[in-house]
């Protein structure tokens, strides 16, 4: 009686417990009604849009270069660092010489700059001066030096030069800063040159004396300095020029009384 009894509750419950495998809850079907529809909509509008097309189905554009640096199997650093493909500095310069008729150049006869004097004391300044700041601090000139503690770095202070003193036509700046707190006017700038440093020179000695200054030629090795002062305004300056390996001219331009 028992095991007949047990045999159909068995049989009862075996219909409850398979209805229960195979149904699914309300939410579930919502789930897969929803990841169909959205896989349909975008499989149409990707179809309707050429350019949602174009972006997945073309082939990935690939830097060769750049692949060959590529290093997924080690397991060490590689073996140099990844270049950064910065330009060399010449990249854009103009054939040799050819900044010096240019420009401001072109009218007006340059001087020659006269032979400069054996003894260059502002040539060991420049050597020991690691910013523009300590090469002004380093200059003769009261004006220029007192102003040099509150100098500040930026890129505009090369387009804020000296009427008098302007950048040469064909400068590549790579640095520059000025002042005009307490009443200084102070400018100082580095840049590199096409030109030969004799042709610079002349440039700057024509552009100098035209202007009222004084102008003192110093020289020690393939380091040259031009410097002079002006008596109706106070103003100074003082030009450090060095010859490059590539046959132009490495520039320091230290000015005080700027526009």
């Known amino acids: 009686m028992v095991r007949s009894r047990f045999r159909g509750l068995v049989v009862l419950?075996?219909?409850?417990?398979l209805a229960a495998c195979g149904s699914r809850s309300d939410g579930d079907r919502n789930l897969d009604t929803l990841d169909n529809e959205l896989v349909d909509g975008n499989s149409a509008n990707a179809s309707r849009d050429p350019a949602l097309m174009s972006a997945l189905q073309d082939q990935i554009m690939v830097d060769p270069t750049l692949a060959q640096q590529a290093n997924n199997d080690a397991v060490r650093p590689p073996a140099q660092p990844y270049s950064g493909a910065v330009p060399p500095d010449g990249i854009a310069v103009p054939p040799a010489g050819a900044a010096a008729t240019?420009?401001?150049a072109r009218s007006e006869t340059l001087k020659k700059a006269p032979a400069p004097a054996a003894d260059c004391p502002q040539c060991d300044a420049a050597r020991e001066s690691l910013t523009l700041g300590a090469l002004a601090?380093?200059?003769?000139d009261k004006r220029t030096s007192g102003c040099a503690g509150n100098m500040r770095y930026s890129a505009r202070w090369a387009q804020r030069l000296p009427a008098d003193l302007p950048l040469y036509p064909d400068a590549r700046v790579s640095e520059a800063a000025g002042t005009e707190d307490g009443g200084c006017a102070l400018r100082a700038v580095s840049f590199a040159s096409s030109?030969?440093?004799?042709?610079v020179l002349d440039w700057y000695y024509t552009r100098a004396t035209n202007a009222g200054y004084s102008a003192e030629h110093q020289a020690d090795g393939s380091e040259h300095v031009l410097g002079g002062t002006r008596d109706r305004d106070d103003g100074a300056f003082a030009l450090f020029l060095t010859s490059r390996a590539d046959g132009g001219t490495d520039v320091d331009l230290v000015a005080n009384n700027g526009n």
């Open 13 to 17: 419950a075996l219909p409850v417990a």
């Open 102 to 104: 240019t420009g401001a």
């Open 137 to 140: 601090a380093r200059q003769k």
């Open 195 to 199: 030109a030969p440093l004799q042709t």
